[in-house]
């Protein structure tokens, strides 16, 4: 079993920047995966980036890639999302989720089997 939290969000003006984290318990998270979603309002939640267990690979979604940069540091078991150059249309609750270490590189929520209950994201025009 392992607890995910995630840490801070925040209000942003547009071009600001924000660094997420996601504080993990129970098990080692060196064992897993981890990806960020995000969820705006009325919208499904949706695939934003993801890291390998030992932090070699990353991928992103499009309209994040350039922008955002996700990271790892097994040894806090921390995973992080820096934000960089902030839109509006990034403004969303942000979930990390932990999938087993196979998983690595997937794009698809189902694949993850533990969530944090998610941190807010606005940013303003």
């Known amino acids: 079993q392992v607890q995910l939290v995630e840490s801070g969000g925040g209000l942003v003006q547009a071009g600001g920047s924000l660094r997420l984290s996601c504080a993990a318990s129970?098990?080692?998270?060196?064992?897993?995966?981890v990806g960020w979603f995000r969820q705006a309002p009325g919208k499904e939640r949706e695939f934003v980036a993801t890291?390998?267990?030992?932090?070699?690979?990353?991928y992103y979604a499009g309209s994040v890639k350039g922008r955002f940069t996700i990271s790892r540091d097994n040894a806090k078991n921390t995973v992080y999302l820096q934000m960089n150059s902030l839109k509006p249309e990034d403004t969303a609750v942000y979930y990390c989720?932990?999938?087993?270490?196979?998983?690595?590189?997937?794009?698809?929520?189902?694949?993850?089997?533990?969530w944090g209950q998610g941190t807010q994201v606005t940013v303003s025009s």
């Open positions: 129970g098990r080692p998270i060196r064992t897993y995966s």
């Open positions: 989720a932990a999938a087993p270490a196979s998983y690595s590189g997937s794009t698809y929520k189902n694949d993850y089997v533990y």
């Open positions: 890291i390998n267990w030992s932090g070699t690979s990353t």
